[in-house]
């Protein structure tokens, strides 16, 4: 025999408890099967049927002699029983569930500033001279132009473990370059393509090697070429909308070393700019202790300056 307590109203009320006591049913019903026991209408034999009492002998209510319909026990069924307890532990699973959640958003919402925080501060002058875009996933650069070390004179460009051939005329001569966010030891080459197009603004055809920023999270080189690529379109660009198509993503080798390859065209609409898009090419390849980065820049209304660059990378290799 089933245990007093609320049970699922056995006459089929939606949403409805009927008490037990052990021995009858109550002549009461609640929707609440955490009340306390009814104080009057227990052991009444009380029909299941939503809450009426039932009829005595000689009474019209569906029964003949105050028996119960047809396939009532008399009693909760085991079913009810499981019903009452998977009840309750839905009801506790639920709270812990609830306060589960408001914890995780809290979590959300703090890591979401922290990253913000992260993202916005340091890095590379805006070359726009506008504001931080909304988008900026930049490394922090606490390297130093003074800490780069003395490449040797052979007639190639040296950056981090990297190097490639040196490009002619009319490339500029190899010079360094602190404000990059995502490389120390920068060497690069430009071409202006667009000389004030702003005032004190001119856009470059660019070529440059580096080594990554240790400990800023790079773990494979396609995890660096990611960021890097993401960190190009956030903070190049300052606040223009700038949209991303890649070409070729891909794994490769240079000299032996995995290496990562990406090549995007970014297309934008820049004040006083005629170029509206670039092909952006970057690799990524580890030394295994350090990483190095290749990085090309090619404006759409200067695509003559595509193939040195090609060259360049082709030509890469890893210093020894």
């Not at 409805?16 to 021995?23: E, I, N, P, V």
């Not at 000389?195 to 999270?217: E, F, H």
């Not at 980065?293 to 890469?316: G, H, V």
């Amino acid at each position: 025999m089933a245990n007093a307590g609320w049970y699922p109203d056995p006459g089929g009320a939606q949403g409805m408890y009927r008490y037990w006591d052990g021995h009858a049913w109550s002549a009461v019903t609640t929707s609440n099967p955490a009340a306390p026991p009814p104080s009057q209408g227990l052991g009444q034999g009380s029909s299941p049927l939503s809450g009426q009492q039932s009829y005595g002998a000689g009474q019209q209510s569906g029964t003949q002699g105050g028996q119960q319909p047809l396939g009532y026990s008399g009693q909760p069924s085991a079913y009810q029983a499981y019903q009452q307890q998977a009840g309750k532990k839905r009801s506790s699973g639920l709270g812990w569930w609830l306060g589960g959640a408001a914890i995780l958003v809290v979590l959300i919402i703090i890591g979401v500033l922290v990253i913000r925080n992260l993202g916005g501060s340091g890095g590379l002058s805006n070359p726009l001279g506008g504001d931080d875009p909304s988008t900026n996933p930049c490394p922090v650069n606490t390297s130093s132009s003074s800490a780069a070390p003395n490449h040797p004179s052979d007639g190639r460009v040296h950056g981090g473990p990297i190097s490639y051939p040196e490009l002619g005329s009319p490339w500029g001569e190899p010079q360094g370059d602190d404000r990059v966010p995502f490389g120390a030891d920068v060497q690069e080459q430009e071409i202006t393509t667009e000389p004030n197009y702003q005032r004190d603004s001119s856009w470059v055809a660019s070529v440059l090697v580096a080594q990554l920023i240790a400990g800023d999270g790079f773990y494979t080189p396609k995890d660096g070429v990611g960021i890097v690529a993401k960190c190009v379109v956030g903070k190049f660009y300052g606040d223009n909308p700038v949209q991303r198509h890649d070409l070729t993503s891909k794994a490769m080798k240079v000299d032996g070393h995995d290496a990562w390859y990406l090549q995007s065209h970014l297309t934008f609409n820049i004040e006083g700019l005629k170029a509206k898009g670039e092909t952006m090419t970057l690799l990524v390849v580890s030394d295994g202790a350090t990483s190095g980065l290749f990085y090309s820049s090619i404006p759409d209304n200067a695509k003559q300056y595509q193939a040195p660059a090609d060259k360049a990378l082709s030509e890469l290799t890893v210093d020894k």
